[in-house]
């Protein structure tokens, strides 16, 4: 999760119905949730009273008394602010995990903010406390860690298809460091092999209540004794106070009624469907993304990878000389050519319009997904990075490209 307390507004009832079913949770908190709080010693209290709600709320959830041990733990060369809720009568083990780094508020502008990494505006972002800082690389890492020593069954986290940041819940945009974070955890849980379920943040408060009354109820509650502790006044931190029974906002409200999963259809026949997906404010509910000829081949030999719309430009045909054809004009195929696929005029045996379908391979994560290789050991890679300026509608979708298949497994390598 980016903050303390996104698994309780976004992912719940499922955090609660996982650790009453005797499950372990492993829940792993990247940004320490700063908000927009500009003098230290208040930020350092909002943060403590943020941390000291979420522990209220997952005892709550597990059934005991609100009881936690430091357990810090080891992961990447670093170690990590943990906590272990000490309740022997459990089944299976809480875990609570700080890593402390900025929040980055909803349009990235924090200077060491995720978006800022992701972007590679920074090489480097240093955490609040200023102890640790991480590279991409270093980050990643210790997420793979985690989860590894977690033996994690799935990775829970919000939606990584998200592209517009700020500040609303209009369904047009999402904070930063949701999107960015997700994207993280998806690219530590593709490296452990391990299943990635994704929710929907900011935008689901738009879309029709589809929590049970109960449901509801038991949210609403784990959310009050949550809020308890970071209603606190900045001025000070609280060490316990009887649940908030003030009336919720608005927002907070939406949020408590819903729950919704971000899911991507199934390709259809002859669709190339990419493993990235992209959710602007422009391309609303459909985050899906094909392989597209979105022009003429023979005028401009264009392909790249758009919003899927079932057209005869995102239907390719794989033919048994490892060439992929394009319905729009069959004469041509995609190419190798540089770094960049392109379509060009089919030739006989052309080893830069030959490709191999590796497929995905993992013990723990069955799914029928590949790469899809060329010439060169090159694959074919949705390069995620650009995202769409501020109120525009520009780079909605991302990028095509090739580059070197070695090295770990990442999203934007794999296609259905």
């Not at 507004?9 to 320490?32: H, Q």
């Not at 992701?118 to 990643?140: M, P």
């Not at 048994?320 to 006989?348: E, F, V």
């Not at 590796?358 to 694959?379: D, E, I």
Request: with cysteine; aromatic share 8%.
């Amino acid at each position: 999760m980016a903050h303390p307390d996104d698994d309780l507004f976004f992912v719940n009832p499922d955090v609660m119905s996982t650790i009453r079913a005797g499950c372990f949770v492993s829940t792993v908190y990247l940004t320490a949730g700063d908000g927009d709080e500009e003098v230290p010693a208040e930020a350092r209290n909002y943060v403590m009273n943020r941390e000291n709600g979420v522990r209220r709320a997952y005892a709550e959830m597990a059934g005991g008394a609100p009881a936690w041990r430091q357990d810090d733990v080891h992961a990447g060369g670093r170690t990590v602010r943990s906590f272990r809720l000490a309740h022997q009568e459990r089944r299976g083990d809480v875990r609570l995990t700080f890593l402390g780094l900025h929040d980055g508020r909803p349009q990235g502008g924090e200077p060491d903010s995720l978006l800022h990494l992701f972007d590679r505006r920074r090489k480097t972002i240093t955490s609040l406390r200023g102890t640790e800082s991480y590279t991409e690389e270093q980050l990643v890492s210790v997420l793979v860690s985690l989860i590894r020593q977690s033996r994690a069954g799935n990775v829970l986290t919000l939606d990584p298809d998200v592209a517009s940041f700020g500040t609303g819940t209009d369904s047009r945009v999402d904070h930063s460091d949701h999107g960015i974070t997700a994207r993280y955890a998806r690219e530590a849980a593709y490296r452990t092999g391990t299943p990635v379920i994704s929710y929907l943040g900011y935008p689901m408060a738009r879309l029709h209540r589809n929590l049970t009354q109960a449901e509801t109820a038991e949210k609403e509650r784990l959310t009050r004794w949550y809020m308890a502790q970071s209603q606190c006044p900045r001025e000070r931190v609280c060490p316990a106070r009887k649940i908030y029974e003030a009336t919720l906002s608005k927002t907070y409200r939406h949020w408590v009624e819903r729950r919704y999963r971000r899911t991507h259809r199934n390709p259809g026949p002859g669709e190339i469907m990419g493993d990235v997906g992209r959710t602007t404010r422009y391309s609303a509910d459909s985050p899906e993304q094909c392989l597209a000829a979105p022009n003429d081949p023979r005028r401009t030999g264009e392909v790249r990878i758009l919003s899927c719309d079932g057209s005869a430009g995102q239907k390719w045909d794989a033919g048994p000389d490892r060439t992929l054809r394009s319905r729009l004009d069959p004469a041509y195929c995609l190419t190798a050519a540089g770094n960049l696929p392109r379509l060009q005029a089919c030739r006989i045996f052309e080893s830069a319009q030959m490709w191999q379908w590796v497929p995905w391979k993992s013990p723990t994560w069955k799914r029928a997904a590949w790469k899809l290789v060329g010439a060169g050991n090159m694959c074919l890679y949705q390069n995620d990075r650009l995202l769409p300026s501020p109120n525009r509608d520009t780079d909605r979708s991302p990028r095509l490209e090739l580059v070197s298949c070695d090295g770990p497994a990442r999203p934007g390598l794999y296609w259905r």
